[in-house]
């Protein structure tokens, strides 16, 4: 499929706002979404986006999308040990089709 | 709750094995998914199904097949596994227009 690129690690202090970055390469996509692995589990989603929105908030979470540049990026305001997770960038043309995900970022949080 | 139900958490095989992995969903979705997950590659989609019968090829579903012969139900074959196999495989169910994926808690494949 086409390609979508996060980097891999991210750490942050425990009550600062974490950044997660992801870019996309298929200008067709329609919906971006952000998914959350906990160790051993599977993914859930967690939020978000139509393309012809260019923000998105939900409690601590605030989504951004710049579509001119393929671009998203997820916001986690005030962020908890909790947070520490990996966290899937995905992109489909087409609701209900097979996702495309990214590699996935590991955040971790520490205290 | 909705829920997807991996049959089994851990499996270890032979190379030549013939491997079956299950799926179960309770939400009457339609579309059902595997996919593989490997450290530094993310997720990679095997196949997918839209509806009972159905198929379609992932973006790496050389060594794989599947059967939906119920809508709840979604399996993954291997039918001689060899040792590039060894996983973590990741089933999800969902609601036809909709790209919020239900997954399970994943089959951790180990091929000897």
């Known amino acids: 499929g086409e390609d979508v690129e996060q980097s891999l690690f991210l750490s942050v202090r425990e009550g600062d706002s974490s950044v997660i970055n992801c870019t996309y390469t298929d200008s067709s996509s329609t919906y971006l979404y952000w998914y959350k692995q906990e160790p051993g589990a599977g993914l859930q989603l967690l939020t978000y986006i139509f393309s012809n929105m260019d923000m998105k908030q939900d409690q601590r979470l605030t989504v951004l999308l710049n579509k001119k540049d393929k671009h998203l990026s997820l916001r986690i305001a005030d962020t908890q040990t909790g947070d520490s997770a990996i966290y899937f960038c995905a992109e489909s043309k087409y609701s209900g089709y097979a996702l495309n995900f990214g590699k996935g970022t590991s955040l971790l949080v520490t205290p | 709750d909705v829920k997807v139900t991996q049959s089994s958490r851990y499996l270890v095989k032979r190379t030549g094995e013939k491997v079956f992995l299950e799926c179960v969903q309770d939400m009457d979705h339609e579309n059902m998914f595997w996919y593989r997950q490997d450290p530094g590659l993310g997720l990679r989609l095997i196949y997918f199904s839209y509806d009972v019968k159905m198929k379609e090829k992932g973006d790496i579903p050389e060594g794989y097949s599947v059967s939906r012969e119920k809508k709840e139900r979604f399996s993954l074959i291997l039918e001689s596994a060899s040792t590039n196999q060894t996983s973590m495989y990741l089933c999800?169910?969902?609601?036809?227009?909709?790209?919020?994926?239900?997954f399970g808690e994943g089959s951790r494949l180990t091929v000897l």
């Open positions: 999800a169910s969902s609601p036809q227009y909709t790209g919020e994926l239900f």
